[in-house]
């Protein structure tokens, strides 16, 4: 089979002819049809997190495909079903998170496109205990977005402890936060998007958010969003820039809660008295659940959120990382493994 393979941190990746995997006992091996580029593969490739993948690995954790092999324990997946796989592969099960229903805290989880290979192939295995199941009846390439960025901002979203009718800010228009927002409308929240780019928030618009904010152009971006909305209840930063999480703690009301998700190299100062005195929260959120991931797939499969995304050939992925790298991609890019 034909993969996108990172041999180095320092090179592009190398599009390949490697052999095709066989599933062990509780596997699937999946014929990948489609597989979204997240800006974490992005940092798998270039090997810029704390930990590094063990190389030679094939990144990506947003493929949707067709099961072709069970394993002897499979159970859940038959030949023929359409799954995807995630940033979760799988977990112990076993530990006092797996336990609690928090798994995506697991200290033993494997990760796609990082632990274990991933979808920039034309096939991957997956665990069949833990891989999405894709609803029938959609377009898989729409599909594989919701599989990392979709489930991450629904479930951080669902962290900001917000009601309906609640003001969100969604900070950073891009693969995420073009969804977050979609999201957020879904759920009955009010949001006000904030970006540095005009374009990024006219998607924002576009997909219902009530007013944008350009951080870039405004003096005082934070003041801009609490004059507008009173103060967010609260805010889901997606951005990769490290200025954007103080800005969304400070857009706060007082009791709001702040969920980050997105990760830059940068730490970011927190004015503790501040924090005490208005009672906020700052939390961190890992992308989503099994339970999370069936959830955020429904909104999909009704209709209620759908990504922008544009679909690009399976050689085509080193330009796709250097337009991650550079800003250039709007919404989502899809990478077609029928069309290589």
């Known amino acids: 089979m034909l993969a996108a393979v990172v041999r180095s941190f320092t090179e592009d990746l190398e599009i390949t002819e490697v052999p095709v995997p066989t599933p062990g006992p509780h596997e699937a091996l999946v014929r990948v049809e489609f597989t979204g580029v997240c800006h974490t593969d992005l940092h798998a490739a270039r090997g810029d997190w704390p930990v590094q993948p063990a190389l030679p690995f ?93 489930v991450t901002v629904y479930k951080g979203l669902k962290t900001t402890d917000t009601q309906p009718g609640d003001w969100v800010l969604v900070s950073g228009v891009g693969g995420l936060g073009h969804l977050a927002v979609q999201y957020a409308v879904a759920m009955g ?42 103060g967010v209840h609260g805010a889901l930063v ?40 208005n009672g906020l929260t700052v939390r961190g959120s890992i992308v989503g659940t099994r339970a999370d991931m069936t959830e955020a797939l429904d909104f999909f499969a009704r209709g209620k959120v759908g990504p922008t995304f544009t679909v690009r050939p399976l050689g085509a992925v080193n330009e796709v990382l250097d337009d991650l790298t550079h800003g250039r991609v709007d919404g989502r890019v899809v990478l077609d493994l029928q069309h290589t």
């Open 58 to 150: 094939v990144p990506g954790h947003e493929g949707v495909g067709t099961v072709v092999e069970v394993g002897d324990e499979v159970t859940r997946v038959a030949v023929g079903d359409r799954v995807g796989n995630a940033w979760l592969a799988s977990a112990c099960g076993e530990c006092e998170y797996c336990a609690t229903g928090w798994e995506t805290l697991c200290p033993r989880q494997r990760n796609s496109g990082y632990s274990v290979d991933g979808s920039f192939a034309q096939y991957m295995l997956v665990d069949s205990r833990y891989c999405p199941l894709v609803p029938p009846g959609v377009d898989p390439a729409a599909a594989a977005p919701i599989l990392c960025a979709g």
């Open 189 to 230: 929240r009010r949001v006000v998007a904030l970006d540095v780019d005009d374009a990024k928030l006219d998607l924002a618009l576009k997909h219902g958010a009530e007013v944008g904010v350009n951080a870039a152009t405004v003096d005082d971006p934070v003041a801009q969003v609490r004059d507008l909305t009173g």
């Open 238 to 277: 997606t951005a990769v820039n490290g200025v954007a999480f103080p800005q969304a703690v400070g857009a706060l009301r007082r009791g709001g809660t702040v969920s980050l998700v997105g990760l830059p190299p940068e730490q970011f100062p927190l004015d503790i008295f501040t924090t005490v005195l």
